[in-house]
Each structure stands twice: as structure tokens, then as C-alpha cells.
């Protein structure tokens, strides 16, 4: 009896995988069948060699297109076991995923799914209503549930502190002009499938914002739209950070975003002060934590909107010829 995914099951969970958050929304995955499990890996194609030098945003957003590829098995009633990094001869294979015992999704696993199609980087101003308690507590544990941690800045002193990290790294990155025209590679102000509509860019910056935003050609905002004076800042964080440890931190985000998506919240990602090392390593010893910074978000209540283009399907699919 073939015990494996089938291409059937591997179509449709890819199709909730490809929702996952991406640098630029560059969409840097690849999916395929190999033996009866399903392979996610790096597409070297769609790197990012000024912004993203390492490959830890790659290994980032294949690690929540991971987490997304879990829950469609998840709640198809297939679970899937994963390994990561299979295969240390090909570093570009991020994760094997093989069929588990099935069992009925939890509640937990239905609600995060159907967040999926809601969830969207909101680079708008947010609602001054604060998050409350109880949502703070689930952002928190959903980390916890993926072994990372999530440290959530609260207090003017707290935030104005990361801020000041935040822009000193928004610096450093726009005097390079090859990060600078990698950017705008990736703005897209006609309809397409990757990268950054202009539309969805937020706001352009001003001299009174407290925190910093990339130029993805936003249109000026409102009067009186000024972002939050004291927003609920979040760092979410792994026990190392190793290639590994990447890919288990961008299935933690993942399942934060969609926890706050699944709470009426809106969130946007700072990852500036995470892209420059010494800023990156300031902030670990602002934060008095043991491991890594991975990610920054700013979490509120923000103006509905849609999540940015997708490619189809197709064009991310690795399936296996068959003879004629």
C-alpha cells in the first residue's frame, strides 16, 4: 500500500503554503513530491544577495511557508512528521515532510488555517485601542508552542529604546545603493504576482514617525494619520541561530501572525534592526534574553485591507515527469 503524500495533497496544501510572508514578497520557495513526502526547499532564483546576504530571510519565510504547509495537512486530516535540513548535501531543502497517524484537526489548528486567507502585513497607521491582555498572553504562547519567544516591548521607555536601534539600522541600510535598487526591483505598480505593490507599501515616511519604514512608494497619508506615538512592539526570538533555528523561527512567526489574525489584529514587520548584525546584537542585549532576535512586529488594530499577490500554484511546483 503507497503510504505517501500524492501530488493531489501536495497541490493543495501548497496552495495555502504560498500565503506565508516573504522579504519583499519574493515568494523564495519551492515545493515537490520525492519518495511519498513532500519537499520544501530555497528557490536561489528569487535571493535577495544585498538585502539578504545570509539567506536568513529565505530560510525565514520558508520556515512560515512551512508552518502553513503543516496546518493544510493538518486540517486535511493527514498530518505530516517533519525533518529539517534532510539532506546535508543539498542545503537548499529546507524540510521532508512524511504522512503521520491521521487524526481529526484540533481546534486550535482549524482556527489558525482559516486565518490563512486573512492575514496581511498592514503598514498603515494602527487604532490607538490597545491590545488587550488576554491576546498578548496568546501571541506569547504561540511562540512557546514552536520552542521561540516573544518579547513584547511595552512602555515609552521600553519602545523608544528599540526605536532608536530601529532607525539607526534603517540608516545603514539606505546608504547602500545596492540595497537601495534592490527595493525598488520589487515595488510593482501595476498588477502582478510577487513582489510589493506600491498600493499595500503604507504611508511614506515623516520626520514625527517614531519608528522606521521602507520606501515601497506608499502614498501620503491623511491629516492627523500619524502612526501610534507608543505601539506594541514584539520580538520574537529562537535559542540559536543557526540555519535551523531560522527555519523553526519562521514557523513561530507564522503561527503568531495567524494567531493575531485570528484576534482581530493587524501586524506589520520591522526586520531593518535584524538585517544589520550589530544592530541585531544590540538589541539581543537591550532585551536581556538568551538566543536571537529573528523578527520584529508592531501588533494593533489597524483598517482592513488584502494580503499582496500570490503566484499560481503552478509555477512553484516541482512535480515529477511522467512518461507518456
Known sequence: MDTGFTAAQLRAAAADAVRAPSLHNTQPWRFRLRDGGIELSIDPARRLPATDPSGWGARIACGAALFNLRLALAVAGTTGTVRLR?????????????PDVPRRPTPTEQSLYAAIPRRFSNRAPFWPDPVPADARWRLGEAARAEQCWLELLIGASAVNAFAEIARSAHRVLER???YRDERDEWI????APDGVPATA????SEPQDL??????????????????PEPLVA??????????????????LQRVLLTATDAGLS????????EVPGAREQ?????????????????????PGVATPRRTVDEVLDLPVVPA
Open 176 to 178: 547602500d545603493p545596492g
Open 188 to 191: 510593482r505598480r501595476e498588477p
Open 267 to 274: 501586524v506589520s514587520m520591522l526586520s531593518q534592526p535584524i
Open 283 to 303: 538589541l539581543r542585549l537591550s532585551l536581556g534574553r538568551f538566543g536571537t532576535p529573528q523578527m520584529v512586529m508592531r501588533i494593533g488594530y489597524g483598517q
Open 201 to 204: 507599501g503604507g504611508p511614506q
Open 86 to 98: 534532510p539532506y546535508p548535501a543539498e542545503p537548499d531543502v529546507v524540510a521532508r515532510l512524511v
Open 211 to 228: 519608528l522606521p519604514a521602507r520606501a515601497f512608494g506608499g502614498r501620503n497619508r491623511a491629516p492627523g494619520r500619524d502612526f501610534e
Open 235 to 252: 520580538v520574537l526570538g529562537s535559542a540559536g541561530n543557526t540555519a535551523t533555528d531560522q527555519l523553526v523561527a519562521g514557523q513561530a
